[in-house]
């Protein structure tokens, strides 16, 4: 019986409350880092057997700081490069089971990036509410579509999340592996809306706190959630 595991990063050093940082590379704040290592301590109780970060630094200090919890070491898995949309090919891939207990592949890959914001990378939050209304700002924000000027709605990092989760993660979990996916926001919000069958409308409701955790069983084709504030059992056939 898998386990599927989702995380929002710590808090980064660009404090999520006041900027949109998108695909702004920083590390985490101190918060953060408390905040990855109290989600460490919640996992104890999971032998996690492989997991998957984004390309941004982020995520992967709070997928490191997570391993350390279990006294693990992740060996990065390098993939190609395939078209948008669809995941590469990989080049190597190997299961706990050839590495040793103490080391876990770990895959960084960018179709879980968190959206890309266009005109608003990096921009403080309040002066954006001032140049295009609170209003606007929350609906680019949380609905499915449409995104911010020049950068992806929810919809785009759907279009590039699920399928590679579809492809390279499911699989794994089907396989009765514990799997860890270290995300953003936005692509925590396109697998959960995936995964729970989440109404284009009902989605603006989805949100994640940094540090939140979202932990699914895999059980008779069907991905319950066990800490459930959302859908506590999934009714698609995965």
Request: proline share 5%.
């Amino acid at each position: 019986m898998g386990h599927l595991i989702l995380v929002r990063h710590g808090e980064p050093g660009l404090k999520p409350e006041e900027r949109l940082a998108g695909w702004v590379d920083i590390s985490l704040s101190r918060k953060g880092i408390e905040e990855a290592l109290q989600c460490a301590a919640e996992l104890e109780k999971f032998e996690l057997d492989l997991a998957f970060a984004s390309n941004l630094v982020r995520t992967q200090e709070t997928l490191f700081l997570i391993l350390s919890g279990q006294k693990k070491t992740g060996v990065v898995v390098h993939e190609s490069t395939g078209k948008k949309g669809n995941p590469g090919k990989t080049d190597w891939y190997s299961y706990p089971e050839k590495l040793g207990k103490k080391l876990i592949p770990i895959y960084f890959t960018p179709y879980l990036n968190e959206r890309y914001y266009g005109k608003l990378q990096g921009r403080k939050k309040q002066k954006m509410e001032e140049k295009y209304g609170a209003e606007k700002l929350a609906s680019w924000r949380w609905n499915f579509q449409p995104g911010p000027p020049e950068g992806e709605s929810l919809k785009v990092v759907y279009e590039r999340a699920v399928p590679y989760f579809k492809e390279k993660i499911l699989p794994a979990v089907k396989a009765g592996k514990n799997v860890l996916i270290c995300a953003h926001q936005g692509s925590l919000r396109a697998l959960v809306k995936y995964i729970e069958e989440i109404s284009d409308e009902d989605i603006k409701e989805v949100k994640f706190s940094t540090g939140e955790l979202a932990i699914y069983r895999y059980s008779e084709g069907k991905l319950i959630r066990e800490n459930a504030e959302m859908s506590s059992e999934i009714k698609r056939n995965l």
